[in-house]
């Protein structure tokens, strides 16, 4: 079966497609060691796969992930797992990534309750295209005018997503990850 990227719009830009690594609904193969994407955590380390039992209930495989940035660890039913995290992006896709935030050119809503409901939405699909026209809107919109506060926090987790994210997929440190996602913006 030849794979058809799925189609996704974002609000006040054009539609884009999405790879197959990118499709939280798409099964994911992990395995102890291997790195994945949360939405609100970042990367994590997948540290464990184990059948359990918890408070009598029936035995069910679970999966342990360390997410260093925010120094947690979660124990997540490997069932929920497939659908909260997704694997990273590839090189490919961060240089992609990259070509695609320098070309994009749409504006965030003027209506700050439907951008910060836009953007939440977007944040949340855990797609890192999607992070970077975020990012990129509010780096824009803040040149011309004061943020709100969920704009700020929004521009704050995109910048902290993607930096990360790129750092990871093109083995760059923070720092020039973080440069080449300034620069594509047009800072």
């Known amino acids: 079966m030849k794979y058809r990227p ?3 719009t974002i609000p006040g ?3 884009i497609a999405v790879s197959a690594t990118l499709r939280k609904e798409n099964p994911i193969d992990i395995k102890p060691g291997d790195s994945v994407h949360h939405p609100q955590h970042g990367i994590g380390d997948v540290l464990s796969i ?16 360390h997410f260093k940035r925010d120094g947690l660890t979660l124990t997540m039913l490997e069932s929920e797992l497939k659908k909260t ?7 490919k896709e ?7 935030l320098e070309e994009w050119s749409g504006k965030p809503s003027g209506q700050w309750k439907a951008r910060a409901k836009a953007h939440q939405a977007a944040l949340d699909r855990a797609n890192p295209f999607e992070y970077a026209r975020v990012f990129k809107g509010l780096v824009q919109l803040e040149e011309n005018e004061n943020l709100r506060a ?5 521009l704050n987790q995109s910048a902290a ?4 994210e790129l750092a990871f997929s093109l083995g760059k440190t ?13 800072q």
């Open 174 to 186: 923070s720092e020039q990850a973080r440069k080449l996602l300034v620069r594509a913006s047009g």
């Open 85 to 91: 995290v997704r694997q990273l992006i590839s090189a």
């Open 50 to 65: 184990t059948t359990r039992s918890f408070y009598g209930q029936a035995e069910a495989v679970y999966t342990e992930v």
């Open 161 to 164: 997503l993607l930096t990360e």
């Open 6 to 8: 799925k189609n996704v």
């Open 150 to 154: 969920q704009d700020r926090a929004h």
């Open 94 to 100: 961060a240089k992609q990534l990259l070509a695609d």
């Open 13 to 15: 830009s054009a539609t």
